[in-house]
């Protein structure tokens, strides 16, 4: 199966339409025409769960969110109050994609916005041009890692754990991981100041003035997580509170327009319909590959291994990175998550914990070369004299940090535990 999907797409063949034709292929080879019935049955069983409601209402809230120019005035904000320290510019630049992480969900969204605003911003400040490439390719991964994400209702769902608590989890490793970026970008430019120069200083008032464009963003935000904390909404109604909330602010700022709504609209569909073909595929994909055994024979693989349950953790994270170099992260949640999840809960290890670990995994392949999606939104959006070879060359200390970030949760479980548990309490 493996093998024909690698084979699929070096032809070539649109990834969903892949895994769907192996997947028809193999179980027809296996049990002939009365097996097709099953794969139907599964998809369809699956397309159904209401969770997946909430995947067109996070991407909605996204596209008005970058439509409404909301992120050029928390640029602006972020510019006048760090743009006078050393790598304050790029400091921001991470602020950014964590607020825009929390409010919805995707990758894309801050990757692009902030590579059509940041990068030649900091560009024309005399920022190094692979610390300002690397920030934005970098701090825009956040967005799948930060709740809502798109990819947690997914993993969730392909590997039967609580999306609610996952969402939860990824809070203090996605503050750690933007943390620990904007401590790297200060570290370089207290040692390289000619890296990140300072910019020019604002008065108290033209600083106050502009936070004004934090009080939007910052109520859709508590809106939607905090919803989700004190148990008034599920995940997916979290959403719909969100998808108001952005029409209100886009309202408020007067550029709720009919052609934002047009524009949005269409947007949304295009993508949401695009991700589900994807996550059509990908379950088909799993129902065969469940079909012919694959799961009972790799836990029976790994129990006549007799290796440590912390080697088979390791192996996993592998396995998931180096898949993340090749494979559209939605084919990997599919496709791994059936059969990884079963494994580690028979380990003893938390499938909240692990499925953050997953996550933090697959915000690697976002910008680990050669197909990281990351490396080709900013390659679209930067500055034409911008090469994808600067952009390869860019990223790789916030690379590093992303696995010193899974290292740290993996040695440190409370760092995605204790938020879950505590919303447990509450809601108790």
Do not use: H
């Not at 008034?232 to 550029?255: D, Q």
């Not at 916030?398 to 535990?417: D, N, S, W, Y």
């Amino acid at each position: 199966m493996f093998a024909g999907l690698i084979v699929s797409l070096i032809l070539g063949v649109p990834l969903a339409f892949s895994m769907g034709g192996i997947a028809v292929g193999i179980v027809y080879w296996l049990y002939g025409a009365k097996g097709l019935p099953m794969i139907v049955q599964n998809t369809f069983g699956q397309a159904w769960t209401e969770v997946y409601m909430a995947i067109p209402l996070f991407i909605f809230m996204g596209v008005v969110l970058e439509r409404a120019g909301i992120a050029e005035a928390l640029f602006e904000c972020m510019y006048r109050w760090s743009g006078s320290l050393r790598g304050g510019l790029a400091i921001g630049t991470v602020g950014i994609c964590a607020l825009f992480a929390a409010m919805t969900g995707l990758t894309a969204t801050a990757t692009v916005t902030m590579g059509l605003i940041a990068v030649p911003a900091m560009l024309r400040r005399g920022y190094d041009k692979s610390l300002a490439l690397g920030t934005v390719a970098g701090s825009g991964t956040l967005g799948i890692l930060i709740p809502p994400s798109i990819y947690m209702i997914l993993l969730g769902i392909a590997g039967r754990t609580s999306v609610g608590k996952m969402f939860m989890g990824g809070v203090l490793p996605g503050l750690l991981l933007a943390f620990m970026f904007a401590a790297y970008i200060a570290i370089r430019a207290f040692f390289q100041p000619d890296l990140a120069p300072a910019c020019e200083k604002f008065s108290l008032r033209e600083k106050v003035v502009s936070m004004r464009a934090l009080i939007l963003p910052l109520l859709v935000i508590l809106a939607v997580l905090g919803s989700i904390f004190l148990g008034i909404a599920t995940p997916t109604e979290a959403a719909s509170l969100g998808a108001v909330g952005v029409i209100m602010a886009a309202a408020i700022r007067r550029e709720l327009t009919w052609q934002v709504i047009k524009e949005s609209t269409f947007t949304t569909f295009r993508i949401t319909g695009m991700c589900m073909w994807i996550c059509f595929g990908a379950m088909c994909f799993s129902a065969a590959y469940t079909a012919a055994g694959a799961v009972i024979y790799f836990n029976e693989l790994l129990a006549g291994l007799e290796l440590s349950r912390w080697t088979i953790l390791a192996t996993l994270m592998v396995v998931i990175f180096i898949m993340g170099m090749f494979l559209d992260p939605f084919a990997i949640v599919f496709i791994v998550a059936p059969m990884s999840f079963p494994i580690v809960q028979a380990l003893g290890f938390d499938p909240t914990w692990y499925g953050i670990l997953f996550i933090i995994n697959m915000m690697t392949g976002y910008i680990t070369p050669p197909f990281g999606f990351n490396l080709f939104y900013l390659k679209a959006t930067a500055p034409p004299d911008i090469t994808l070879t600067d952009i390869y060359r860019s990223i790789w200390p916030f690379l590093a940090i992303m696995v010193i970030g899974m290292v740290l949760v993996m040695l440190f479980p409370q760092l995605v535990l204790w938020l879950p548990s505590l919303m447990m309490k509450v809601r108790g």
